[in-house]
T-cell receptor, first 109, second 120 residues
Framework: RKEVEQDPGPFNVPEGATVAFNCTYSNSASQSFFWYRQDCRKEPKLLMSVYSSGNEDGRFTAQLNRASQYISLLIRDSKLSDSATYLCVVNVYGQNFVFGPGTRLSVLP | GAVVSQHPSRVICKSGTSVKIECRSLDFQATTMFWYRQFPKQSLMLMATSNEGSKATYEQGVEKDKFLINHASLTLSTLTVTSAHPEDSSFYIC????????????????FGPGTRLTVL
């Protein structure tokens, strides 16, 4: 089983749609969780950290369920500019970051 | 957020040559930097952890004699691909991120812009 797994995608959604991505991780000692966004042929950039209580940043909402070892990202009112690959990243403090395979999103006009 | 730079951004070389890639943290000191490789349509795969003043830690399956890492200062790590072959063609990305950086998320990693290596 891979350490971090994500919905395979791709997700093709119309502008304005709401889309949700799921991520599961296998290491119960994981302490930090992030969603990164990667545009084609570019480096990953932090979208948001994921906190135990859940957190929201504008149209983006991230949730963490430690018991189920599950992370989610919800994008509301999707824009064309949201088209990218979304990477779930998990870290045990002091150890390396583990990236999920990514979920590709295409927002269509 | 913090800034990590990489140089060069793109390199094309002949098979058998060596290529050096630099990763710099511009506004913070990084005792640890990470080197990743990403093949087309695949996720980032950690190659090695670069530790300032000591030997790098390589992931399983990564040849340490082929991918030489030097972390000589708190702001610079270099990755040298020795005797490069076409199968080494990839997108190489470094990251760094000290814990407790003011304004940054806990344990956040900042990525360099990447180096696209093409070996002919």
């Amino acid at each position: 089983r891979k350490e971090v797994e994500q919905d395979p995608g791709p997700f093709n959604v119309p502008e304005g749609a709401t889309v949700a991505f799921n991520c599961t991780y296998s290491n119960s000692a994981s302490q930090s969780f992030f969603w990164y966004r990667q545009d084609c042929r570019k480096e990953p950039k932090l979208l948001m950290s994921v906190y135990s209580s859940g957190n929201e940043d504008g149209r983006f909402t991230a949730q963490l369920n430690r018991a189920s070892q599950y992370i989610s990202l919800l994008i509301r009112d999707s824009k064309l500019s949201d088209s990218a690959t979304y990477l779930c990243v998990v870290n045990v403090y002091g150890q390396n970051f583990v990236f999920g395979p990514g979920t590709r999103l295409s927002v269509l006009p | 957020g913090a800034v990590v730079s990489q140089h060069p951004s793109r390199v094309i070389c002949k098979s058998g040559t060596s290529v050096k890639i630099e990763c710099r943290s511009l506004d913070f000191q990084a005792t640890t930097m990470f080197w990743y490789r990403q093949f087309p349509k695949q996720s980032l795969m950690l190659m090695a952890t670069s530790n300032e003043g000591s030997k790098a830690t390589y992931e399983q399956g990564v040849e340490k004699d082929k991918f030489l890492i030097n972390h000589a200062s708190l702001t610079l790590s270099t990755l040298t691909v020795t005797s490069a072959h076409p199968e080494d063609s990839s997108f190489y990305i470094c990251s760094a991120g000290p814990p407790g950086l003011a304004g940054g998320s806990y344990n956040e990693q900042f990525f360099g812009p990447g180096t696209r290596l093409t070996v002919l």
